[in-house]
């Protein structure tokens, strides 16, 4: 599987920007896939997931605040992040894994299988 991650930019505290992930390669998997993001001198750490059914799980760092979905007819998984803070500043990775939603490794970078290159969030303040 291929992912392709876009839709980050520069935007202001208190906007909104949504990331997509496109999928290609072996789409035909009921892959649960998740959102990722890290910022400069940090490890990379967990933001949302969802199972194939639409079933998801977020951060509490972003819970409120962004919403996770997927079309998949479009083998693409969205990123709607609303009420950005200086702080969601970070590169955006998806990823794709066969283990189900609720598996702990689902909120951990181990867990995954597949990554996209990351698109670059930068929120000003």
């Known amino acids: 599987v291929q992912l392709q991650a876009s839709g980050g930019g520069l935007v202001q505290a208190g906007g909104s920007l949504r990331l997509s992930c496109a999928a290609s390669?072996?789409?035909?998997?009921?892959?649960?896939m998740g959102w990722f993001r890290q910022a400069p001198g940090k490890e990379r750490e967990f933001v949302a997931v969802?199972?194939?059914?639409?079933?998801?799980r977020y951060a509490d760092s972003v819970k409120g605040r962004f919403t996770i979905s997927r079309d998949n007819a479009k083998n693409t998984v969205y990123l709607q992040m609303n009420s950005l803070k200086p702080e969601d500043t970070a590169v955006y990775y998806c990823a794709a894994t066969t283990k189900g939603l609720w598996n702990t490794l689902a909120v951990v970078t181990a867990g995954y299988d597949y990554w996209g290159q990351g698109t670059q969030v930068t929120v000003s303040s």
């Open positions: 969802i199972s194939w059914s639409g079933t998801t």
């Open positions: 390669g072996r789409t035909g998997s009921s892959y649960t």
